[in-house]
């Protein structure tokens, strides 16, 4: 069993059952129904049917009504306003279905699996070889990583791609440099023989600054630099294996922050621009012979009506130079080509900085005129915003340069260290680091996904690793609480009671963990993390209601008490799996 039919599913069908006997001719009528504050649910479809039908509203809502099955699910349904129905579900309905998705044997706690799942290729998490990833790295790594977990678990077929910057004209200064200083990329190993990702980085760094500075003062080393890129593109062996060297490095200190992220990263997956270098060539023959790409000015172009410059001529897509180099079209439009027709996908999602989106939006449709995106293959672009300071600017160190991102996550590790000190009880030193970096990282990462991905956010790590307010510390000391519940409740196990009434901050709690598979469902679909993040923020809300008006271990019967347990643990599981999806560790202490 994985699948639990929710009360919302429960109570819409019945009503649509009592829509359809009060009004035959309308059988797929839609009670539109909601969550309301007046009551559990509020069904506003009649207002709509009665004006089709030329009705009073508040007699059809009457006659509805007279028509509703109540008693196992819906407890009472009343007339309200105009024509709305507010409708209350029974307590044992409540218990009932929370008791369902506790008992779900594969643990999804009745979350469904699509029925008829798609083939999504995403593409997160695109650091630059040779380059030190900094802030403006994350928001795709998070936000990518997030919509993989949310599509997986809703049953979509997913591959990762991590289209990493491996190709261009760099590479031939780095790559000269490197064989004229052969000793430059030489480590001094640890004990074990490993190489850190920071020693790689810090490697890479100092070899990319001294290329750099002879490569803006020698002119014959511009020349033979220029040269070099020249054999890259050939695919001269010599060339190709020092360009390796440079992938393999870059790639230790890549996976060592993303380690740092908490996030897997696997090294199949990363496929980056160098990995359609030898369908260029294709790519742009089959847009210039079906007239999708013109030649103007010797450069094969892609023109669009609505994209113009500021002197009002068209701005092209340009795919090929007028020198034969390629530009980053033609590597998109090559990567399109192999995940449709090679990896089968029919939806492309791109999770890539908002200011691309031109250029996107471009590739897509030239795309779509050559045949390769259609009604049945589908690419989008879920565009971020960009992190800024506290300032409201975007986020630089004091010198005016990028953030790091090793030295911000370290610095989130830390304040999230001195909280969890600070609240530890019986937590040894190796156990408030682990814990300092889970909670840090989650900080860091909510802060992230609790923010709608197309809006831009400020980093703020006082605010981030507060106990108050919407912060993943919030959420992983709720967890934490009802973990300490539960060890001290010993022998007196958690049990479902259905035929107990429910205070009002159960009722509340109940009918909140029981739009979970909800919450999950339209988070997927809508590739919206932060959808999920308001959903658990509001649970960790209402446990906390529940847990300051409800005794738990002091209730007034031993039957409240197992009740009330009962409650506790479907809430720390349904925040565990919803944190989990969001890629945020909770741990069992703070």
């Known amino acids: 069993m994985a699948s639990v039919t929710s009360l919302t599913a429960s109570v819409h069908q019945r009503l649509a059952s009592a829509l359809s ?104 998490a695109q650091p630059n070889v040779a380059k030190e990833m900094h802030v403006g790295h994350l928001r795709s790594a998070v936000i990518g990583d997030a919509v993989v977990r949310l599509l997986e678990f809703t049953g979509e077929n997913v591959v990762r791609r991590h289209h990493i910057g491996d190709w261009g004209t760099q590479f031939g200064m780095l790559i000269q440099y490197l064989d004229e200083h052969p000793h430059e990329l030489d480590h001094k190993a640890g004990q074990d023989g490993a190489v850190t990702g920071e020693e790689a980085m810090s490697n890479l760094d100092r070899l990319y600054k001294a290329a750099r500075r002879l490569f803006d003062a020698d002119e014959e080393f ?52 160098s990995g359609y270098n030898d369908m260029l060539e294709e790519t742009c023959r089959l847009l210039e012979e079906s007239g999708v790409a013109v030649r103007s000015e010797g450069a094969l172009c892609v023109f669009f009506d609505d994209v113009k410059g500021p ?67 589908t690419a989008y672009q879920l565009a971020f915003g960009t992190v800024l300071g506290k300032d409201g600017k975007p986020f630089k160190t004091r010198e005016g340069e990028t953030v790091r991102l090793v030295d911000l996550l370290d610095e989130a590790i830390e304040r999230a260290s001195a909280v969890v000190r600070e609240k530890a009880q019986d937590l040894s030193e190796e156990e408030i680091a682990e814990r300092g970096a889970q909670v840090g990282v989650g900080a860091v990462k909510y802060a992230d996904l609790s923010t709608s991905a197309s809006r831009d956010y400020k980093f703020d790590l006082d605010q981030m690793v507060s106990l108050n307010g919407d912060t ?80 738990v271990l002091k209730a007034e019967t031993p039957e409240q008490v197992e009740n009330r347990l009962f409650l506790c643990d479907v809430t720390a599981r349904t925040l565990h799996q919803g944190m989990a999806l969001l890629g945020i560790r909770t741990p069992e202490r703070l």
């Open 311 to 377: 002197d009002g001529n068209p701005v092209p897509l340009i795919v090929q130079k007028s020198d034969g180099g390629y530009g980053y079209a033609a590597t998109d439009l090559s990567a399109i080509r192999d995940r449709v027709f090679n990896l089968k996908a029919d939806t492309l999602l791109y999770v890539v900085d908002a200011r691309q989106a031109l250029h996107f939006r471009m590739v897509f449709e030239t795309a779509r005129r050559a045949g390769w995106l259609n009604d049945e293959v």
């Open 472 to 551: 993943s510390v919030y959420l992983q000391y709720a967890y934490a609480r009802i973990q300490s519940i539960l060890r001290k409740a010993g022998d007196v196990r958690p049990a479902a009671h259905p035929e107990l009434a429910l205070a009002a901050a159960e009722r509340a709690l109940g009918l909140h963990v029981d739009a979970f598979a909800e919450s999950v469902r339209e988070a997927a679909a809508e590739y919206a993390p932060h959808k999920l993040a308001a959903y658990l923020y509001q649970l960790a809300s209402l446990y906390t209601s529940f847990y300051d008006k409800c005794p």
């Open 21 to 124: 006997a009060a009004l035959p001719e309308t059988a797929d009528a839609d009670p539109l129904l909601r969550r309301s504050d007046r009551a559990d649910f509020q069904a506003n479809g009649i207002l709509a049917l009665a004006k089709k039908a030329k009705a009073n509203p508040r007699e059809l809502a009457t006659r509805v009504v007279s028509q509703v099955v109540t008693g196992d699910v819906i407890g009472d349904v009343e007339v309200s306003g105009p024509g709305f129905l507010n409708v209350t579900v029974t307590d044992r309905a409540i218990t009932e279905n929370l008791a369902a998705r506790v008992a779900d044997s594969e643990g999804r706690l009745g979350v469904p699996r699509a029925e008829h799942p798609g083939t999504t290729v995403i593409d997160y």
């Open 222 to 273: 511009k020349t033979r630099a220029r040269r070099r890129v020249v054999d890259l593109q050939a695919g001269d062996p010599h060339t190709l294996a020092t360009w390796q060297k440079f992938v393999d490095e870059s790639k230790i200190y890549f996976f060592s922050v993303f380690e740092k992220l908490d996030m897997e990263v696997r090294d199949p997956d990363i496929v980056g621009e």
